[in-house]
């Protein structure tokens, strides 16, 4: 009985969903050549549900060996879940294979003036692989998990040393936006507490840039969220009159911020169209609304370039909106992360405000239109 009433409450809500997903951008106008691909980065089987680990896998590399290192550490918390202690034991020996056998395939992927430090973070992997295995004898989930948590931020920035050069050029017609060539982090201080959240301009290098000078410009702080719909979406961005996206006082013009999607496999983003629409039903972006926490610009429904100011983030739940089963994916650009603070998310409502929104790492990276 438990089990019909559940598949009902998901079948309601999926509909739901389903004229949300609809609503959603008219909601926008509420009141108010040898480049890495990114087919081989997300590995087979169960949909990613964490932030961290898809900024993880969208990181332009081509490495294979990290890769199978990280993936065989995120698989742990899901077993540790479900107490599967024995596959947990295979994790582990494979992560400590990859090290053994592939050190010096991962480390060719570093430049030289970061080989030293690579080393020093391998080697700090091997001894928390020891204290994985340790706590495994145990079945001791606590210091698994910490664990594994310490180990994937040293596998990032293992990761990150090893991205070259910015993997494409965006095209000409968007080069009055800033772009955000890299990755940004953004601390918003709320009526509720602090959230971080970071943005990746790798794969949507327009949308993360435009978020990014906002903030840098002040344009968040003090604005009220404008809407809240439970286990769905918050959204945020409508600044007070009449206006309802970013004026740019140079131009005196509305900045209009195009659809901009990256998928799993191509080199570079698909501009200006849904992926329904350019008949991409199968293709998976490599930013999906799969995370709690994911942030995505709002859009009015008729104009897939119409985006500006105002975005959301995804309140998912895992149970009622599949990850890889939406109805937003392909339909409105993702361009980050919610790192820390998700408790503050489940707090928010409309009506509360952003204090304010400050990039706190990646600045650097914010690349402004030439004049």
């Given at each position: 009985?438990?089990t019909?009433?559940r598949?009902l409450k998901?079948?309601l809500?999926?509909l739901l969903?389903?004229?949300l997903?609809v609503?959603l951008?008219a909601?926008?106008w509420?009141?108010?050549?040898?480049?890495?691909k990114?087919?081989?980065?997300?590995?087979?089987?169960?949909a990613i549900t964490d932030g961290?680990a898809?900024?993880?896998y969208?990181l332009?590399?081509?490495n294979?060996?990290i890769r199978?290192?990280?993936?065989?550490l995120?698989?742990?918390?899901g077993?540790?879940?479900?107490?599967?202690?024995?596959?947990?034991?295979?994790?582990?020996?494979?992560a400590a294979?990859?090290?053994?056998?592939?050190?010096?395939?991962?480390?060719a992927?570093?430049?030289d003036?970061?080989?030293?430090?690579?080393?020093a973070i391998?080697e700090e992997l091997r001894?928390?692989i020891?204290?994985?295995?340790?706590?495994?004898?145990?079945?001791d989930?606590?210091?698994l998990?910490?664990?594994?948590?310490q180990m994937?931020?040293?596998?990032t920035?293992?990761?990150?040393?090893?991205?070259?050069e910015?993997?494409?050029?965006?095209?000409?017609?968007y080069a009055n936006?800033?772009q955000?060539?890299g990755?940004?982090?953004?601390?918003?201080?709320?009526s509720?507490?602090?959230?971080?959240?970071?943005v990746?301009?790798?794969?949507a290098?327009?949308?993360?840039?435009n978020?990014?000078?906002l903030?840098?410009r002040?344009?968040?702080?003090?604005l009220?969220?404008?809407r809240?719909?439970?286990?769905?979406v918050?959204?945020?961005?409508?600044p007070?009159?009449?206006e309802?996206?970013?004026?740019?006082p140079?131009t005196?013009?509305?900045?209009?911020v195009?659809l901009e999607i990256l998928?799993r496999?191509?080199?570079e983003?698909t501009?200006?169209i849904t992926l329904e629409?350019?008949?991409?039903?199968r293709d998976?972006p490599?930013?999906?609304?799969?995370?709690?926490?994911?942030?995505a610009m709002?859009?009015p429904?008729s104009?897939?370039?119409?985006?500006?100011?105002?975005f959301f983030?995804?309140?998912?739940?895992?149970?009622l909106?599949p990850?890889?089963?939406?109805?937003?994916?392909?339909?409105?650009s993702v361009?980050?992360y919610?790192?820390e603070?998700?408790?503050?998310l489940e707090?928010?409502?409309?009506?509360?405000?952003?204090?304010?929104?400050?990039v706190i790492?990646?600045?650097e990276n914010l690349?402004q239109p030439?004049?």
């Amino acid at each position: 009985m438990n089990t019909c009433k559940r598949w009902l409450k998901t079948g309601l809500i999926a509909l739901l969903l389903c004229v949300l997903s609809v609503g959603l951008s008219a909601a926008w106008w509420d009141g108010g050549s040898s480049t890495p691909k990114r087919e081989s980065v997300l590995p087979a089987g169960n949909a990613i549900t964490d932030g961290k680990a898809l900024l993880r896998y969208a990181l332009p590399i081509d490495n294979e060996p990290i890769r199978k290192f990280q993936s065989s550490l995120e698989e742990i918390a899901g077993r540790i879940r479900g107490k599967r202690w024995s596959p947990i034991k295979g994790d582990i020996t494979t992560a400590a294979r990859i090290l053994s056998i592939n050190e010096g395939d991962i480390l060719a992927s570093i430049p030289d003036d970061r080989q030293t430090e690579a080393k020093a973070i391998i080697e700090e992997l091997r001894a928390e692989i020891e204290v994985l295995r340790s706590a495994l004898d145990i079945k001791d989930g606590e210091t698994l998990l910490e664990t594994r948590a310490q180990m994937l931020s040293q596998v990032t920035q293992l990761e990150e040393m090893m991205v070259g050069e910015f993997p494409f050029e965006v095209p000409a017609e968007y080069a009055n936006i800033p772009q955000l060539k890299g990755r940004a982090t953004v601390k918003m201080t709320t009526s509720e507490g602090d959230i971080t959240l970071v943005v990746d301009g790798y794969s949507a290098p327009v949308t993360a840039g435009n978020f990014v000078d906002l903030v840098q410009r002040g344009f968040y702080d003090g604005l009220e969220f404008i809407r809240s719909e439970e286990s769905y979406v918050l959204q945020v961005g409508d600044p007070p009159g009449p206006e309802e996206g970013f004026i740019d006082p140079d131009t005196g013009e509305y900045r209009a911020v195009p659809l901009e999607i990256l998928v799993r496999g191509d080199d570079e983003p698909t501009y200006g169209i849904t992926l329904e629409a350019a008949g991409r039903y199968r293709d998976q972006p490599v930013l999906p609304f799969s995370a709690y926490g994911t942030v995505a610009m709002a859009r009015p429904e008729s104009n897939p370039d119409g985006g500006s100011s105002q975005f959301f983030f995804f309140l998912f739940e895992p149970e009622l909106t599949p990850a890889g089963l939406n109805l937003l994916d392909g339909r409105y650009s993702v361009f980050g992360y919610v790192t820390e603070g998700k408790e503050v998310l489940e707090n928010l409502t409309q009506g509360d405000a952003i204090a304010s929104a400050k990039v706190i790492q990646g600045l650097e990276n914010l690349v402004q239109p030439k004049k």
